[in-house]
């Protein structure tokens, strides 16, 4: 019988924040696929997974061109496919780890899509809690309520689709906030949106950052795992 | 000692979506506070946490006025939170469900703000699973990818509100679709959203729903519990 194929949400940092169907895919796994090109995402994953791992785990890292459209390096995916089809063919279960929720922003999201398309694959994906949401439970800042529009926007998209979002919405995420920050924190200044912002790198994990006062940290480096949340009122 | 007051998001619906750290909690609960005003809300969270449950658990009920502006019934506000304090002054811990996140949309968020304020009170929020994560996974339907934006749109907001939300997003997200579903469906063909869009009611629960054409689907009455993900492209 072929191996199930797991995307698994292990949630923001904090090991309590997986869930047990995480736990319990993450247990039943036989050989882990562990991205290559990503900012040490991949290794924060596998940290907070690691103690329900299998103790002989396989592990099988993997290049995955992250480039836009990501056709352009259409064989390396072809590879990686090949690769974890001839495992899951084998019998073994296939885990994929991702930080946070899988459907969000993942690479998980072109893995799934690679091997949704195979009928004789069976895949499971595991939601996990995305960061924005254990911030919001950490620093007690409600996110979203009664009648407000909340509007979930990644950093590296291009200024004036941020500014769009920003203007209708009455709360805002801004996610992947590390290589722009100074940007973004003038836009949310200019929308009125920077006196009540909160920014929180490594929400959960060591070295964690709580920052208010958003626009008296403009210029200071900021960790890889940043996030920003923001309301209107 | 003074107890401590948990506020906890227990998911969509699934038990096997609750965190370890959910659990915890639920397990530490003395008390636990039940709203009695909402539309069933309330005992499907306690219907996943009920396995966890001390056995000899006190129930309080608390009716809580849910009118805009809530300061309008703000006596009842005032008795419910004098009586929670009473409970954590004499040393028991306490619990608040919540569906999904407690952070999001949720009761909850007025409880912890009366709480929050109270400087002998230790509050602990923990983050869920919000249902249009775990709906996302459960379908295959990834949410949001690359520099897209993602809204967040309640269906109960204006009518312009939602058409502005949705004009400036890639992906969207629509809850509390039951009321005025048709209309929300007419708005979502209006801005192209509709073909590409998901409805699951009462995902990963008893007589879950999931509907793929929304627009042959007008008319037909839905579960509170109800929720649209869409994408432009």
Known sequence: MNGTFYGIGVGPGDPELLT????????????????????????????????????DIEIVYQVFPMVKGFEKDASAWKENKEEILALLRAGKNVAFLTLGDPMFYSTYIYVYRLLAAESDVDVKTIPGIPAFAAIGSRVGYPIVEGDEVLSIIPATAPQEKIERALAASDNAVLMKVYKNADEVISLLEAHGLAQQAVLVSRAGLPEERIVTDISAHKGEPLNYLSTILTRRK
């Open 20 to 55: 047990v169907k995480a736990i319990h895919a993450i247990k039943a796994a036989d050989v882990l696929i562990a991205p290559k090109t990503e900012k040490k995402e991949g290794s924060v994953a596998l940290g907070i997974a690691r103690p329900y791992l299998k103790e």
